[in-house]
């Protein structure tokens, strides 16, 4: 079982160089380093988040996690609870004040009523690359989690109750059902997001990849979509609750296929993955639309 996906989890100070007029006619997502200015937050950031954007956000999980809870008595296919949890978000990421920008091959978003089915792997630096993904992704899908979330009160509970795909990181052969199951509803065509990196980031650097983080896209022949979230980590690191409100960006890459790969190939696939998801946080990859 060491092939199963085992996923689901110091601010960077940047500062801005000096650019050309050519370099800087590029789209800001091209422009090599994506570096930004270095933005400063204060006591008055520190006191809007502590005391008007956490207790909201909190309000928000409490009320739509329990309805959620309510509803997952009668809804079989979690339409109705992906509903409430792209609500639950979008109320997220309006009171956090941090627009998002999708760039890249955007249209892989809106192509998943195709025959094959996708895998959508993405970096994971913050606990808002949750919300922004429930936002932007204009579909119904399942995520692919670590089974320490279920202690965390109406989010963990919400996740076991809605469908997503627990794997426990300690005993992966406890996860063979959950995995079946996800291998099932990938197949017949529910996608599927999966956080290759198998928790958050501490220092807002890609970290290796899990072995057999691709194990599902492979056994059902999935298309792969590498994503790379810009900003979450400046936007709230590991270990605060200070949300520190500024822009963020999606970019999509091009769609990597597993199609007549087998299980053996879960290396290869991992590293053309990783590559992908690089250069497009680093801005150096431009996706073909």
Not at 39 to 52: A, E, K, M, N, T
Not at 143 to 161: D, N, T
Not at 198 to 214: E, H, K, M, S, V
Not at 222 to 243: K, Q, R, S, W
Request: charged residues 15%.
């Amino acid at each position: 079982m060491n092939k199963l996906v085992t996923t689901a989890e110091a601010e960077k100070n940047l500062a801005e160089p000096r650019v050309s007029e050519s370099e800087a006619a590029l789209p800001a997502w091209t422009e090599r380093g994506a570096a930004r200015p270095e933005r400063r937050y204060g006591w008055l950031s520190l006191l809007r988040s502590f005391f008007i954007i956490d207790p909201l956000i909190w309000a928000y999980t409490i009320v739509l996690g329990t309805i959620s809870l309510v509803v997952s008595l009668f809804d079989s296919d979690g339409r109705i609870q992906h509903k409430l949890a792209t609500a639950w978000s979008w109320l997220i990421m309006k009171t956090i004040f941090s627009p998002v920008t999708v760039s890249g091959n955007a249209g892989a978003l809106h192509r998943t009523t195709t025959s094959r089915p996708r895998v959508f792997a993405v970096t994971h630096a913050s606990a808002m690359d949750i919300p922004i993904l429930y936002v932007y992704l204009p579909f119904q899908f399942r995520i692919v989690f670590k089974s320490e979330l279920l202690s965390y009160p109406f989010v963990g509970w919400h996740l076991k109750r809605s469908g997503q795909v627990c794997i426990n990181q300690q005993n992966p052969t406890m996860s063979i059902g959950a995995i079946k199951s996800a291998l099932k509803s990938l197949r017949k065509g529910m996608p599927l997001v999966i956080f290759p990196e198998g928790g958050r980031t501490q220092n807002g650097q890609i970290q290796p990849f899990l072995p057999g983080a691709f194990f599902l896209a492979i056994k059902a022949q999935a298309d792969i979509v590498p994503i790379a979230l810009i900003g979450t980590f400046d936007l709230l690191p590991m270990n605060t609750y200070h949300i520190k409100c500024q822009p963020l960006e999606m970019r999509v890459g091009d769609v990597i296929s597993t199609d007549g790969l087998t299980v053996a190939d879960t290396e290869d696939v991992s590293t053309r993955v990783k590559a992908a998801i690089e250069a497009l946080h680093s801005g150096t990859l431009t996706p073909q639309n």
